[in-house]
């Protein structure tokens, strides 16, 4: 099962190198990381996907709240939140495979951000799985370069009235 952790950090160096150092220690996996500054610059945000049974899943979260840098650590299911992931993807391409390579980011919705006469670089933010669809799509296409980011994700909104 994968579990995604929003885990609130204090802002100063060191801090991934730990949270990451708790992880390796005790061999749980990440399969996704991702860190940025939040509204304030003494926070950051590290989005780490990871997964497991259910115990390791415990584990992990109160592994987490051990740590002193931590400010808060928020768990939720793939199903109850929102996640992105970006992509730039620079491919080779001839006459014959541009027209192709152009309907693909159409019906992806991915952007041609940079073109030369026999390169172009695309740019798709979405889904997890739906970045790897698209990355599977082009196999057939001449890929020079990748570049992806881990993923990003909060929790779907709800209204408190309701419950929902």
């Known amino acids: 099962m994968k579990r995604i952790y929003s885990v609130l950090v204090e802002n100063r160096a060191g801090v991934l190198c730990k949270v990451a150092g708790l992880f390796s220690r005790r061999c749980f996996n990440i399969d996704s990381l991702a860190v940025g500054e939040t509204d304030s610059k003494d926070v950051s945000c590290m989005t ?26 928020k768990t939720f299911a793939e ?36 073109m030369s006469t026999t390169m172009m670089m695309i740019q798709i933010c979405d889904q997890p799985e739906r970045i790897q669809l698209f990355l599977s799509m082009l196999k057939s296409i001449s890929i020079v370069e990748v570049a992806r980011t881990g993923t990003l994700a909060l929790q779907k909104c709800m209204d408190s009235e309701n419950g929902k």
């Open 48 to 73: 780490i996907v990871s997964s497991g049974d259910e115990r390791t899943i415990e584990q992990i979260e109160k592994q987490l709240n051990k740590k002193l840098d931590v400010i808060k650590v």
């Open 79 to 114: 199903s109850s939140s929102i996640s992105r992931e970006l992509m730039l993807i620079k491919v080779k391409y001839n006459p014959g495979s541009r027209r192709d390579i152009m309907e693909t980011c159409e019906i992806m919705k991915a952007q041609i951000v940079d």
